[in-house]
């Protein structure tokens, strides 16, 4: 059975491009905010998410916090995908211990190998 990947961007170019990358290989579902993401995995079950840092609403630590209060979500590898380079917000990104922090545009060998070295 295909695993399951979530992407949460807000950016619909960057949906679209990321399930083009991942779609032969996984079954990708896509959500363009946080509060779609939460909602998504509560009734979908996923292996992997890819979430972007910044986007209107609530952000991607946010969504990570909220997922790490649910014991049925909590195990979710979750990857940081992002444009943001700024140091402060990724010392605070990664303060959440996501199990991965890619920067876009991701390059497909680099998301694709970290993806399998998370859900293989």
């Known amino acids: 059975m295909q695993k399951r990947i979530l992407v949460v961007d ?4 960057n949906l679209m491009r990321t399930k083009m990358i991942l779609g032969k290989d996984y079954a990708v579902l896509l959500a363009d905010s946080g509060v779609k993401a939460l909602k998504k995995l509560k009734i979908e079950k996923v292996d992997l998410v890819l979430l972007d840092i910044e986007m209107p609403e609530m952000n991607g630590p946010a969504v990570l916090e909220e997922l790490r209060k649910d014991p049925y979500l909590a195990t979710i590898p979750v990857v940081f995908l992002t444009g943001i380079n700024d140091v402060e917000k990724i ?3 990664l303060a959440l211990k996501p199990q991965g922090y890619l920067l876009k545009p991701v390059e497909k060998e680099a998301l694709i190998a970290k993806i399998r070295e998370l859900i293989q």
Do not use: H
């Open 10 to 13: 807000d950016d619909s170019m």
């Open 91 to 93: 010392k605070n990104a």
